[in-house]
């Protein structure tokens, strides 16, 4: 499966963003969905998942109550609102895809098997 990852861009704290994930090339409802981020000098980490159904999410502590994710099956594409943002959530974010379900609530990049390519989310104070 093929994904394709759009709508970062800049924005002073306290704003809002929302990215997109299109994916192709596989049956979408079969994957679970994942959001992760890299920052400059960090390791990629996760930010947040939706299973096939979208029934359950999870997500990071540091973005829980602030970001949320969604996926619409019709349109093979995953979003992540994301409010309130601050400094420290500046990064590459990147969707990612698996078949089936991830059952780690907190899941590694690694448990991940298909990226998209990542698009940059800057946030000024």
């Known amino acids: 499966v093929q994904l394709q990852a759009s709508g970062g861009g800049l924005m002073q704290a306290g704003g809002s963003l929302r990215l997109s994930c299109v994916a192709s090339?596989?049956?979408?409802?079969?994957?679970?969905m994942g959001w992760f981020r890299q920052a400059p000098g960090r390791e990629r980490e996760f930010v947040a998942s939706i299973t096939w159904t979208g029934d359950f999410t999870s997500y990071a502590s540091s973005v829980k109550g602030r970001f949320t994710v969604t996926r619409d099956n019709t349109k093979n594409t995953v979003y992540l609102q994301m409010n309130s943002l601050k400094p420290e959530d500046t990064a590459v974010y990147y969707c990612a895809a698996v078949l089936g379900t991830v059952a780690n609530t907190n899941p590694r990049p690694d448990e991940f098997d298909y990226w998209g390519q990542g698009t940059q989310v800057t946030v000024s104070s």
């Open positions: 090339g596989g049956t979408f409802n079969h994957y679970e």
